[in-house]
């Protein structure tokens, strides 16, 4: 938009203004002057376009060109301004049109007087005491999340801290403080106090890893012998029974593991699934409960329970 000058024309992509005169567009017509607002009003031909029918007039009456354009320039100017309805113009009238309005109005316009929303930009300092803040709050729940998942440190014999993983396990409710409390627990089951009972232990899960039963079964066999009051031993041994589907030889040693470890969820996991792929739905139910109880965190259990608890319950009803 072209700046204010008095007297001058102002324009704009809609509007021509003369000192109070607006002259717009008019649909298929020469150009007008339309009333709103309070504006200088009138409705008759463009100043310009009457002064150039005048020049045209001249030639007719032999006037010279340049001075006939002159005087009835003026003389359409006079006319369309002496036609003109006055009436005050207030400030706030004065508004510029969207470019693709084609009527202007206060309520689709937008006003001149009115200020423009300025949003302070933080300062250096203000930015560098929000990102200290942010890292303040991010060190507070790393080292709170640290805390509560950090194994506390354990005491006693290999009894005592089995004991106090058990309990660790029955009281958190985090998932991932379970996990560790349950790999703590079988690290605990598989010491033997034996260098040489941990080394059939590891030679018979290379075996049972590549699928050769017959030989993890001889390390264990021989294991079994030379320690038969290692748990680990009989229940690794049932979990190879169990992969080659001998169920009755598997229920025999995990019973042997459950009487020297009778905490053996594992061994108690195995169970279970042999008893409900033998048809022992309710036993097995009963078993997998007991797991549970232990471990409260076995998500494959409860899926078991949950599919077998409407069965045998329906069925005891």
């Not at 504006?39 to 376009?49: H, K, P, V």
């Not at 207030?90 to 300025?118: C, H, K, M, N, T």
């Not at 990102?131 to 303040?136: F, L, S």
């Not at 030679?203 to 039963?213: R, S």
């Amino acid at each position: 938009m072209a700046r204010k000058s008095p007297g001058l024309f102002r324009l704009s992509p809609q509007s021509i203004r003369l000192t109070g005169v607006r002259m717009e567009k008019n649909r298929g017509a020469s150009r007008v002057l339309r009333p709103h607002h309070g504006l200088l009003q009138c409705r008759s031909l463009d100043a310009i376009g009457v002064a150039a029918h005048f020049s045209f007039m001249s030639t007719l009456l032999r006037i010279p060109a340049l001075t006939g354009y002159i005087v009835f320039s003026a003389l359409g100017v006079m006319a369309t301004i002496a036609s003109a309805d006055h009436q005050h113009v207030e400030p706030f009238d004065l508004y510029v049109a969207p470019p693709e309005a084609g009527e202007l109005s206060p309520d689709a316009a937008q006003r001149l007087d009115d200020p423009v929303p300025i949003v302070p930009l933080p300062s250096p300092l203000e930015k560098a005491q929000q990102q200290d803040e942010q890292e303040r709050i991010e060190d507070f729940k790393r080292k709170h999340s640290a805390e509560r998942d950090r194994l506390p440190k354990l005491e006693g014999t290999r009894t005592e801290k089995l004991d106090q993983l058990f309990v660790l396990l029955g009281e958190t409710n985090s998932e991932k403080m379970a996990k560790q409390v349950e790999n703590e627990i079988q690290k605990l089951w598989m010491q033997s106090g034996s260098d040489t009972i941990d080394l059939f232990m590891r030679w018979a899960a290379g075996a049972a890893e590549k699928k050769e039963y017959g030989k993890a079964l001889d390390f264990l066999d021989n294991v079994t012998v030379l320690q038969p009051g290692y748990a680990e031993a009989f229940n690794q041994r049932a979990t190879i029974f169990y992969l080659k589907k001998d169920y009755a030889r598997s229920i025999a040693d995990v019973q042997r593991t459950l009487a020297l470890e009778p905490r053996h969820f594992g061994a108690l996991t195995g169970l279970g699934l042999m008893l409900q792929e033998l048809g022992n739905e309710a036993e097995a139910l009963d078993v997998y409960n007991r797991a549970l109880e232990l471990h409260p965190h076995l998500g494959h259990v409860k899926s078991k329970v949950d599919t077998l608890a409407p069965k045998v319950l329906g069925r005891d009803a």
